[in-house]
């Protein structure tokens, strides 16, 4: 009886495991980008986008959202293309190109020529780390920056 208990609380943990999604915390976000005062927002706040955890800095203003996922997904985000409206672009198709050393698969997003976003797989676990932009349109959180962030969010995983 005991050695079938057992059998089942390790078949249990194992799977537990295999189910766990990512995690990403405010302090991880501070040390990897030096910003100050971050703290997550609800999805209604302005500049919040529902479905993301929204993470702002000390003045209130969002700097990043993180997003998980499954395999499905991640193939889903790799494969979307850009949205159009009455023949124009308003939005770019999401995959830029194949990041490696990142989990099992991972690209760099949005295709243009700048990238504010990293998307990550690891087994049937994703996530996404998404910077806001600046007024300029440039990223507040930088490729290198979001890459640390997602190295830690992998040793989690």
Known sequence: MLRITLVLAAA???ETAALAQP????ADIEKATHLQGIHVVVATSRGGVPGRENYADSSGKIVLWFQTMNRTGFARAKGQAAKMMNGVQVEPK???GAV???GEEAFDSPDGKTQHALYVRKGDAAFGVISN??????P???MDQLTAIARVVLSRM
């Open 12 to 14: 249990l943990a194992i």
């Open 133 to 138: 932009l600046d007024a300029a349109g440039k």
């Open 100 to 102: 490696t050393g990142l």
């Open 140 to 142: 507040i959180v930088p």
């Open 94 to 96: 999401l995959y830029h």
């Open 23 to 26: 995690t990403l915390s405010a």
